[in-house]
């Protein structure tokens, strides 16, 4: 789904340094070979902030939430230091499909990045990601993710290998939506309704981002609540789903 921004991107917090972002979904956060800069993120970003920004890091086009971008080369190199170093600290919140019966627990699989494929190999990098589950429900998952490396598709492609990929995942999983009839008993439209989806999109959110500030060395954490149609398809699964 490709998102049209009219109303500018929501600031969460900004400095003289950096930008934090709640990310939409339906949006590239830098141009691929199809993509114009001014339909993703940094080019949007650098219209609506008049100015230069630096990419710190990327999150998939249809994941939603907490992304920070530098605003000068400093805290660009300050960023990355400590993303490299694991000193920031990320949470999302995934809905899974089917049952994970662990409460808690870490994907430790190294992940080898060839062109556009990922793939869990021996070759690959170390990529280790821990999680607990927050809620269950008869055919899904809902954990949150703490992923303490940062590769291409790591949340991803690290649950599909314990062989619950997200929920919605159209390179991962199975499933492209999820709709009310099929967790509600008894679900009947009316003549001529279509029935729309609780939720179409990769069912992955950025939670969280906590990090040193540049200058002051603080640590300070930046969150994004859920969007509405995760939301919707959570409240739904609640009452229907358990």
Do not use: C
């Amino acid at each position: 789904m490709r998102k049209n921004i009219k109303q500018g991107i929501e600031i969460l917090y900004q400095d003289e340094n950096i930008v934090i972002i709640n990310k939409p979904t339906g949006v590239l956060v830098i141009p691929d070979q199809r993509t114009d800069e001014n339909k993703t993120l940094v080019g949007m970003l650098k219209k609506q902030l008049n100015q230069k920004i630096w990419v710190v890091h990327r999150i998939d086009r249809d994941t939603t939430g907490v992304l920070v971008f530098a605003k000068n080369p400093q805290a660009h190199r300050d960023i990355n230091i400590q993303f490299e170093n694991s000193k920031v600290h990320k949470e999302y919140i995934a809905l899974l499909s089917g049952v994970l019966e662990e409460d808690e627990g870490t994907i430790n699989k190294p992940i080898l990045i060839s062109g556009r494929d990922v793939s869990i190999d021996a070759t690959g990098r170390e990529s280790i990601t821990n999680f607990k589950v927050l809620e269950r429900f008869k055919s899904y998952t809902l954990v949150k993710a703490l992923p303490l490396t940062g590769r291409r598709h790591q949340i991803r492609i690290h649950f599909w290998s314990l062989g619950h990929p997200l929920a919605i995942d159209g390179e991962y999983g199975v499933s492209d939506q999820i709709i009310l009839s099929a967790i509600k008993r008894n679900y009947k439209l009316r003549n001529g309704e279509k029935e729309r989806p609780l939720i179409s999109r990769l069912t992955l959110h950025a939670a969280s981002l906590k990090f040193k500030l540049l200058n002051t060395n603080e640590e300070k954490t930046f969150e994004s609540p859920l969007p509405k149609d995760f939301e919707i398809a959570l409240k739904q699964l609640r009452k229907y789903g358990k």
